[in-house]
């Protein structure tokens, strides 16, 4: 079955600290994943995709099909960054399936 | 303005009642769906559709019913058969597969049991 794992309830960094948040999937097929982001009292949107290989306001994500893991990085965190993460896989045709979510908590 | 309207945004029910929760899109998507968002679960899918008169029971589809008549709504009615309807409730839509640009998602209806 699809799943996604998202080890971390809650992650707590300095401002200006190295940032990654954690994910990892179960999946037979070829994977498409996803990071969604909820900033407080906002809709949840989406952050980046790793078929883009693109850098959003400066986060990152490698799909590491070996270790089955699709995690973010931000070299250093800024207080703005604070949001609820979550990590999505698209499993062929049929809908995202989400894991549980990181909130992500940037210290001043 | 292109976008997904949910209404309301909260919503009361009594036990035994049946409510029905508001989604409407203008972006011509073809995908809908419904998640439920409780605290440490995440995002659990209920029901979705593809296209227009057809949908899909998600994983926790039980207690919950759908209806797409049109392609811009996709409303959801939370019955008396569902045992624990307290939650955020979060509609998204997609264009067509083979264009994705991620789900655009409502900013969501909050139901409350009293």
């Known amino acids: 079955a699809q799943r996604v794992t998202q080890p971390e309830k809650l992650l707590s960094v300095f401002k200006g600290a190295p940032v990654e948040l954690k994910c990892n999937y179960s999946y037979s097929g070829s994977p498409e994943l996803f990071w969604y982001v909820q900033y407080s009292r906002q809709r949840l949107q989406l952050l980046l995709r790793h078929i883009s290989r693109e850098s959003i306001k400066g986060f990152t994500a490698d799909l590491n099909k070996g270790e089955t893991s699709f995690h973010l990085k931000k070299p250093f965190a800024q207080e703005e960054d604070s949001a609820m993460y979550y990590c999505a896989l698209k499993p062929g045709n049929t809908p995202l399936v989400f894991g549980k979510g990181t909130r992500l908590s940037v210290i001043a | 303005d292109g976008g997904i309207t949910q209404s309301p945004k909260y919503l009361f029910r009594k036990e035994g009642q049946n409510v029905t929760l508001s989604c409407e899109q203008n972006?011509?998507?073809?995908?809908m769906y419904w998640y439920r968002q409780d605290p440490g679960q995440g995002l659990r899918l209920i029901y979705y559709s593809q296209i227009v008169n057809d949908f899909q029971k998600g994983d926790i589809a039980e207690g919950y019913s759908v209806s797409r008549e049109k392609k811009e709504s996709f409303p959801l009615t939370v019955t008396s058969a569902q045992k624990n309807p307290t939650a955020f409730y979060l509609c998204?839509?997609?264009?067509?597969?083979?264009?994705?640009?991620?789900?655009?998602f409502g900013s969501g209806t909050r139901l409350t049991v009293v």
């Open positions: 998204a839509s997609s264009a067509p597969t083979g264009v994705y640009y991620g789900y655009t």
């Open positions: 972006l011509n998507h073809d995908a």
